[in-house]
């Protein structure tokens, strides 16, 4: 089997499959795949006790660590091994502890090696937290070899 036996919506849900199997950052904050698609992803994380700064608010590097996990996904959805170039992230409100927050990440350009991502974060009441955006970069390999044949 190849890459081309699967629609693109396939190939970018086996990819996150494979992916999260062995993704233990992602599993360890309890981070859920909504969906997937090519160049798109929806993951979500609540924010637990053990997420809380000294103001008693979601500390900012597991909001990030969301936002980065969705650029992940998403940038690698089309069985190219993908990798962040350089990232950048806007904190427009605080998340509190038991809120569940999701993170969608949107390929806005793809060209050559490189691609551009927006990834929105919000809590359950619609509410953006953050604004992250990514620039991926292709290397060498893909996330599922076994396609390769």
């Known amino acids: 089997m190849s890459s081309s036996d699967l629609s693109p919506q396939e190939l970018a849900q086996a990819c996150a499959d494979s992916m999260y199997k062995v993704d233990s ?3 360890a904050l309890g981070m859920k795949i909504v969906s997937v698609g090519p160049g798109r992803a929806e ?14 608010s979601c500390h900012g ?17 089309r069985n190219v091994s993908t990798v962040a170039q350089g990232v950048s992230i806007e904190y427009v409100r605080p ?4 809120q569940l927050l999701t993170a969608v990440a949107e390929e806005k350009n793809l060209a050559g090696r490189t691609g551009l991502y927006d990834v ?9 937290i953050a604004y992250f955006r990514g620039k991926s970069y292709r290397i060498r390999g893909t996330v599922l070899p076994e396609l390769d044949q």
């Open 43 to 56: 993951l979500t994380m609540k924010i637990r006790d053990d997420m809380l700064n000294g103001h008693g």
């Open 61 to 77: 590097g597991f909001i990030f660590a969301l936002a980065d996990s969705t650029f992940a996904f998403a940038c690698n959805s």
């Open 120 to 128: 929105t974060v919000s809590n359950e009441q619609g509410e953006h």
């Open 25 to 27: 950052a992602s599993q």
């Open 95 to 98: 998340g509190v502890a038991g």
